[in-house]
C-alpha cells in the first residue's frame, strides 16, 4: 500500500489498491483466465479501459499483486524477527503474524497457489526471491530455538507454511474470520515447528 502526498495522489494510490483487492477476489473465484480487466475495473467502478491507467495489463496486475505482497511479507517478517524478544518469543510471533497474514489474505494465498504460471519469468523469479528470503528469516530465527541443521529447520518452516497456508482452501470465509481459528492455528504451527525429531 502507497501513502503519497498530494490528494490526487492519495486518490490514485486508494484506486490503485482497490483495483488490487477486486483483482486478488476475481482471480481467487474465477482464476486468472477466469475474470477480465473489465470485470476487476467495473468491481472498482470502473471502466475496464481505465484500468490502464494503473497497470500495464492483466498479467502486470497479477504481478503487482503477487509481488507486492510478497514484499509486505518479507518486510514485515523481518520487523518482527528484528525486534527485541527472546528466540522462543521472537518464533511465537513470526507464527503469529504469518497466521495474521493468512487469514487477512485468503484470496492472495488461492491466487498465488494457482496463478503463479501466468507471471513473467521476471515476474515468478522476484516472487520465488521474496519466498526464499521469507523462509530464511524464518530458519535464522527458528535456528536460535533449535540449533539444528538449516536442512531440518527448512523442512519444519516449510511444513509449518503448509499447515498455515491451507486455511484457505478448507475452512469457509466465516469460521477463517473468527479470534480463536486464528489461535488454534498459532497453537498448531508451533507445534509443528517445535516437535520433537
Not at 490514485?12 to 481467487?28: P, Q
Not at 520487523?79 to 513470526?94: I, K, N, S, W
Amino acid at each position: 500500500m502507497t501513502t503519497p502526498g498530494t490528494a490526487r495522489d492519495r486518490a490514485k494510490a486508494e484506486r490503485t489498491d482497490a483495483i488490487l483487492a477486486a483483482a486478488a477476489s476475481l482471480f481467487a473465484a474465477r482464476g486468472y483466465s477466469g475474470a477480465s480487466l473489465e470485470e476487476i475495473g467495473a468491481a472498482v467502478g470502473i471502466s475496464g479501459p481505465a484500468v490502464y491507467r494503473h497497470f500495464a495489463g492483466k498479467q502486470a496486475l497479477l504481478g503487482a499483486l503477487l509481488i507486492g505482497v510478497s514484499e509486505r511479507l518479507v518486510a514485515g517478517g523481518l520487523e518482527v524477527a528484528r525486534a527485541d524478544a527472546t528466540p522462543e518469543e521472537r518464533m511465537r510471533r513470526l507464527v503469529a503474524y504469518h497466521v495474521d497474514f493468512a487469514v487477512g489474505n485468503a484470496d492472495v494465498i488461492r491466487v498465488q497457489d494457482r496463478d503463479l504460471s501466468h507471471l513473467s519469468s521476471e515476474g515468478r523469479s522476484d516472487v520465488r526471491r521474496l519466498q526464499r528470503a521469507y523462509i530464511e528469516l524464518w530458519i535464522d530465527s527458528l535456528a536460535q530455538v533449535l540449533g539444528d541443521d538449516r536442512d531440518a529447520l527448512r523442512l519444519r518452516v516449510q511444513a509449518c507454511f503448509g499447515l498455515i497456508n491451507s486455511t484457505p482452501h478448507s475452512t469457509s470465509s466465516a469460521l477463517r474470520g473468527r479470534v480463536d481459528t486464528a489461535r488454534l492455528l498459532t497453537a498448531m504451527a508451533i507445534a509443528a515447528l517445535l516437535a520433537a525429531g
